[in-house]
T-cell receptor, first 108, second 115 residues
Framework: DAKTTQPTSMDCAEGRAANLPCNHSTISGNEYVYWYRQIHSQGPQYIIH???NNETNEMASLIITEDRKSSTLILPHATLRDTAVYYC?????????FGTGTSLTVIP | DTGVSQDPRHKITKRGQNVTFRCDPI?????LYWYRQTLGQGPEFLTYFQNEAQLEKSRLLSDRFSAERPKGSFSTLEIQRTEQGDSAMYLCASSLARRAHGTQYFGPGTRLTVL
């Protein structure tokens, strides 16, 4: 079963790093972990993805554990516009399996 | 803007009516996906096309739902005899199949309300 486990909600102070964890213990060796976010009433927005190595782009960093059973999305300097639901997702076959995600609230 | 577009953005209909939604993917993308999202839940996969071929359908896609991608470009999703339970956000995404993995890029969605 391609399920991920994420905290239901988190708060983060504006300007601080937001660290969003995800467990994906059933991930297979060739399956990528993707992170998306969804701001209210909009379509999901791609953030970052990775397989084994840590990844960084202009939006975020992705830290994947050596056993690949969990990962952490890091928003280095959270802003109010980062308030959203964040999804950690398998890419299994041609489908993405979304859970309910983590609702991140950035507090001024 | 060269992202995924969807039309209409909002649709209100009465139970029993038919509705059709359109999705225009990113122009060079040959894979197109449809998802449904209800309040408080993440998107759920409905179906996907590679070019004009519909390759996979979820069990969520009942007989009242049909999707087409006639020329491998835009796609339509039709719901016949709508029910109140069909009220949801319908999301379209596209990706490029040549890559070993396909990052899906989502459109803004069509919000359907069935009265």
């Amino acid at each position: 079963d391609a399920k991920t486990t994420q905290p239901t909600s988190m708060d983060c102070a504006e300007g601080r790093a937001a660290n969003l964890p995800c467990n994906h213990s059933t991930i297979s060796g060739n399956e990528y972990v993707y992170w998306y976010r969804q701001i209210h009433s909009q379509g999901p927005q791609y953030i970052i993805h990775g397989l084994k190595n840590n990844e960084t782009n202009e939006m975020a960093s992705l830290i994947i554990t050596e056993d690949r059973k969990s990962s952490t999305l890091i928003l280095p300097h959270a802003t109010l516009r980062d308030t959203a639901v964040y999804y950690c997702i398998f890419h299994r076959g041609n489908q993405f399996y979304f859970g309910t995600g983590t609702s991140l609230t950035v507090i001024p | 803007d060269t992202g995924v577009s969807q039309d209409p953005r909002h649709k209100i209909t009465k139970r029993g009516q038919n509705v059709t939604f359109r999705c225009d993917p990113i122009s060079e993308h040959n894979r197109l996906y449809w998802y449904r999202q209800t309040l408080g839940q993440g998107p759920e996969f409905l179906t996907y096309f590679q070019n004009e071929a519909q390759l996979e359908k979820s069990r969520l896609l009942s007989d009242r739902f049909s999707a087409e991608r006639p020329k491998g470009s835009f796609s339509t999703l039709e719901i016949q005899r709508t029910e109140q339970g069909d009220s949801a956000m319908y999301l379209c995404a596209s990706s490029l199949a040549r890559r070993a993995h396909g990052t899906q890029y989502f459109g803004p969605g069509t919000r359907l309300t069935v009265l």
